[in-house]
């Protein structure tokens, strides 16, 4: 299921690269409109995915404006030089989460907020083909306006701080609208900045998914895919690392659990690898007696979980273990094993219960009724 992402891209309008803010609000309106200041007629009536277009104004803007032809020719006109730039183009990945009546009211919202107020004139469509990425198109004035039409054009509204202020708001407003129907959230933050250790994805652009929809590999595509398989990887290290850490912190836990517990003197007094070989042996023994889910071994040596209702079962055969390591390494010295502790503890049952054997056939033999021989 398509997820809430953040993208939030801005660029000028320019006339040296051929473009021009009547052929762009044609195509984000999926409109007809000539351009009277080249005479080109842009006509984009058979985009099919334009399910909202709006314009918003300044209170001081000439009513007229609110045609959207009227507004782009008055732009186009108040623009005299060939390297013009004409308009500031945004395009923003919409929350998929949202109904299409909080995504409009999220686009008004944030519009009116960092760009009417501002002064600009605001031309929105957005646009969604239903393949999970719904967008909107932000088309700006560059000029202040009157009621006599375009004056200054301000050149503060292209400062970089303003544009990292634009990003965050758009966040803000998306987490707003987010908050009460999704556990999503979105960051304008890049990876580095929000210490996340990911290379960035390449924006592969309309051109591009056309291509790569047909099933063509495109180099931008070629490109991204290369980097998710080092995300992927760079992930799967961290969360490798981040488990070693958590069963070391287990382990730790676990140690001091056992330790007081069993009142083990070699907590204190005794190396780490005594204590590993002496749990291996417990740890044998259960396995062995059938305990299997009484223990849960969560480290290769030393980390065991025991449960309250099998804790007495353990602390007995811990505590039978305890004086059978006295005695072992009392005959053979400190240099003992796990295999050696469990072998003992076996023999030393198995012992204990042919005893308890040998004591109960005579009384069994003793009880056992006596036959009559029956003479005839």
């Known amino acids: 299921m398509p997820i809430a992402i953040y993208h939030f891209h801005v660029k000028m309008v320019s006339r040296v690269k051929g473009k021009s803010a009547v052929g762009k609000a044609a195509y984000i309106s999926g409109e007809k409109i000539k351009n ?142 987010l908050y009460s129907v999704s556990d999503e959230s979105i960051d304008h933050r890049s990876y580095a900045e929000q210490g996340i250790d990911k290379v960035p994805q390449l924006h592969l652009g309309t051109a591009a998914c056309a291509i790569e929809k047909k099933g063509v590999k495109t180099d931008k595509g070629s490109r991204n895919r290369r980097i998710q398989l080092i995300n992927v990887e760079a992930e799967i290290s961290a969360l490798t690392e981040k488990k070693s850490s958590l069963l070391n912190d287990i382990n730790e836990n676990s140690k001091e659990y056992i330790g007081v517990k069993l009142g083990c003197d070699f907590m204190q007094s005794r190396m780490l690898t005594e204590y590993n070989f002496f749990l291996k042996a417990l740890k044998n023994i259960l396995d062995r007696e059938g305990f299997v889910n009484a223990v849960q071994q969560c480290h290769p040596q030393s980390n065991m979980f025991i449960r309250p209702q099998d804790e007495q079962t ?32 076996e023999r030393q049952q198995l012992s204990a219960e042919k005893e308890k054997q040998a004591d109960i056939a005579p009384v069994q033999e003793e009880n056992k009724p006596v036959k009559k021989n029956r003479s005839r």
């Open 314 to 345: 353990v602390l007995d055969i811990a505590n039978t273990l305890k004086q059978i390591k006295k005695q072992l390494q009392y005959d053979y010295g400190e240099n003992i094993s796990a295999e050696m502790l469990t072998a003992e503890y």
């Open 36 to 177: 009277e200041y080249d005479s080109v007629v842009h006509d984009y009536r058979k985009k099919k995915e334009i399910v909202h277009k709006e314009i918003l104004l300044p209170d001081n803007a000439p009513s007229k404006f609110k045609k959207r032809s009227v507004l782009w020719n008055a732009v186009e006109k108040s623009e005299t030089r060939k390297n013009s730039q004409t308009a500031r183009d945004i395009d923003a990945a919409l929350p998929v989460e949202l109904s299409r009546e909080e995504q409009i009211d999220l686009v008004r919202n944030f519009c009116n907020q960092c760009f009417v107020s501002s002064g600009m004139c605001v031309d929105f469509a957005i646009h969604d083909k239903n393949d999970g990425n719904p967008h909107v198109h932000i088309l700006l004035t560059t000029r202040h306006v009157d009621s006599n039409g375009f004056t200054a054009k301000d050149r503060s509204w292209n400062d970089k701080d303003l544009l990292k202020l634009w990003r965050e708001r758009w966040a803000d407003w998306c987490n707003h609208k």
